[in-house]
């Protein structure tokens, strides 16, 4: 048992390594720097991209719409893919913590149309028409996909705490077998394009109770799998970066049964995707309803919290992705600036355009040899040769514009000053928690820590006792389960912890270790309070880890206690002891 004499207010030397006061809230005082990033980037593509865009066509040959302020203004993005009846309505529906409008949860194929889920003063539904020209949303590149869309598309606005700092897209099932011949009316596939193109996380959804379709779902050699399935997975190569896995309703199935269901999937998806990192793949039941077999509910649990890590930290990224979105585009502007300025200064004056442009097209492969070497470009900065072979047999190459080398630099010194110099701005390993704040602002009204994407609340999903969670005192000392010695110090330093800039609700391991060293302790005794701190050996401090840290860098400067050799029970908080007692097993 801890000792009552090792609990008590904190130190001044420990107050001092939090980097704030510890005894309130901190207040907002610093403007969240993201919307300063995000306007110079608007600056820049407005002054510099834009003009080279327009004077070569890219919306034509890219079939990508140009920019718009709102498109830079917009919220991270989530896309939820995958077959019909795998759980995406109903994993929105979770992570909302309540119903939606327009939300179709069933069997069979329900949700047959786009929906957009966004936050609002009162529940409504929008029709897509609307939605697409509404000034303040970025959909309306939506409208070249026509009214047969259109109708198939709806906002689902609601008041949402998640909805806040995310936008929501779930989509209708990808059908396959029999299914492939509903006609949907639009091209599916274009239309998941788009929403991947501009999607922060790509959320592929797969049934482990249906676990023979996760191989049709991936394997391109059975003969059933339909087109749209092949389409659905096409478009998304290329944003390999975006996507995250998850197999669904696994406690539906038995431990063995799991196993191999897990195994086909990492293998099928190694044989589809280029990338040449594995897939990240959750495994769990991403629905409020408690476990049907709780053999994997410790595992399930895990799972579940890694990938609302995930989402939690879109906020924060959302910048960086807007930044290397841009970057990207400015890399095919300039190589589809060389390419139609090649094409046009090898026309002839007078005789014979017709005849030169055929000739151009149909050597297209050695044109574009020809302009990587002379210009030193990069090969998948170039246009996918079929669909743009295509297009240009729809323009005049006599009416294309020439190269302008001044336009060409100024791309050059966006990549290689503008972006460097906006890169500076965004948070790093190096930061202190002071300037931490300057770029960011702070926990209470910035992007930082986990406030701004809530998680939902388990509650004894995992088969756990929640008997006295409503308790607002906590947990009695002779509940074993659940009593947490430092809950009080937990309390107290929520404040402190939120005001180091977690990213997720964890501390990096640079952040952490600068709180430890402010303390003044030797490097010795901070060496065995990380190990004891560390209980999930992640590098990483979460909130319940950074006061179990700090409660034991207090005893030791303020109480001249001992570093124990292992935490007292009742001092490793309730969520982290099975961790602990794997780790002491012999």
């Excluded at 995000?38 to 407005?46: H, S």
């Excluded at 841009?326 to 007078?350: C, E, F, W």
């Excluded at 088969?463 to 906590?474: A, C």
Aim: hydrophobic content about 40%; glycine content about 8%; charged content about 25%.
């Amino acid at each position: 048992m801890a000792e009552p004499g090792w609990i008590g207010e904190t130190s001044p030397s420990v107050q001092a390594s939090m980097g704030v006061a510890a005894g309130g809230p901190v207040t907002d005082e610093i403007a969240d720097r993201t919307s300063v990033i995000t306007g110079r980037l608007k600056t820049i593509y407005r002054k510099t991209v834009l003009p080279v865009e327009k004077r070569y066509q890219y919306d034509y040959f890219y079939e990508s719409p140009l920019l718009t302020d709102v498109e830079f203004d917009a919220k991270p993005q989530v896309l939820l893919v995958g077959q019909y009846s795998v759980g995406k309505t109903s994993f929105i529906r979770y992570l909302l913590g309540r119903d939606f409008p327009g939300q179709r949860i069933g069997p069979e194929p329900t949700t047959d149309r786009f929906t957009v889920l966004i936050n609002g003063p009162e529940e409504r539904t929008i029709p897509g028409n609307a939605l697409s020209v509404h000034p303040d949303l970025p959909f309306r590149g939506l409208e070249r996909f026509g009214v047969s869309f259109l109708s198939r598309f709806e906002g689902s606005q609601v008041p949402s705490s998640v909805l806040r700092s995310v936008t929501l897209v779930d989509t209708p099932g990808v059908l396959s077998g029999e299914k492939q011949r509903v006609n949907r009316g639009y091209d599916f596939t274009k239309v998941v394009a788009w929403f991947a193109e501009r999607a922060d996380l790509i959320i592929l959804l797969f049934d482990a109770h249906k676990y023979d379709l996760i191989i049709l779902l991936f394997d391109a050699h059975k003969l059933d799998i339909s087109d749209e399935l092949k389409g659905a997975i096409d478009v998304l190569k290329g944003h390999e970066d975006k996507i995250r896995c998850i197999l669904n309703k696994a406690d539906q199935i038995d431990r063995q049964q799991l196993m191999r269901v897990y195994g086909a999937l990492l293998w099928s998806l190694g044989k589809t995707m280029t990338s040449p990192e594995v897939a990240r793949v959750y495994v769990g039941s991403f629905w409020q309803e408690p476990l049907k077999n709780l053999d994997n509910a410790a595992l399930f649990e895990m799972e579940e919290k890694d990938l609302m890590k995930d989402l939690a930290v879109l906020p924060r990224q959302s910048a960086v992705r807007k930044i290397n979105e841009l970057v990207k585009r400015i890399r095919k502007v300039k190589t589809l600036a060389y390419i139609i300025g090649y094409l046009k200064s090898q026309m002839p004056n007078l005789m014979g355009k017709e005849k030169k442009q055929q000739k151009l097209i149909a050597d297209l492969p050695n044109v574009f040899r020809t302009i990587l070497k002379k210009y030193n470009l990069a090969p998948g900065d170039f246009p996918e040769i079929t669909s743009f072979s295509a297009k240009l047999r729809e323009v005049k190459f006599a009416e294309l514009s020439t190269l302008s080398q001044k336009q060409i630099d100024s791309l050059d010194e966006v990549l290689n000053k503008d972006i460097p110099s906006l890169m500076e701005e965004l948070p790093s390993e190096r930061d202190s928690p002071e300037t931490l704040r300057a770029k960011m602002g702070t926990a209470s009204g910035g992007s930082m820590g986990m406030g701004n994407v809530p998680l939902p609340k388990a509650g004894n999903k995992f088969g756990k006792k929640v008997d006295n969670e409503s308790n607002p005192f906590g947990f009695a000392a002779d509940d074993e389960d659940n009593y947490w010695a430092l809950q009080d110090s937990a309390d107290r330093l929520r404040a402190s912890f939120e005001a180091l800039g977690p990213e997720g609700g964890f501390l990096s391991t640079q952040k952490a270790r600068d709180v430890l060293v402010k303390t003044g302790l030797g490097k010795d005794q901070l060496r065995q309070i990380w190990s004891l701190s560390d209980m999930d050996r992640d590098g990483l401090f979460d909130h319940e880890e950074y006061v179990v840290a700090m409660f034991l860098c207090d005893a030791v400067i303020q109480k001249g206690r001992p570093i124990p050799t292992e935490l007292p029970a009742t001092v490793i908080p309730p969520s982290k002891r099975a961790f602990v007692k794997g780790a002491r097993a012999p």
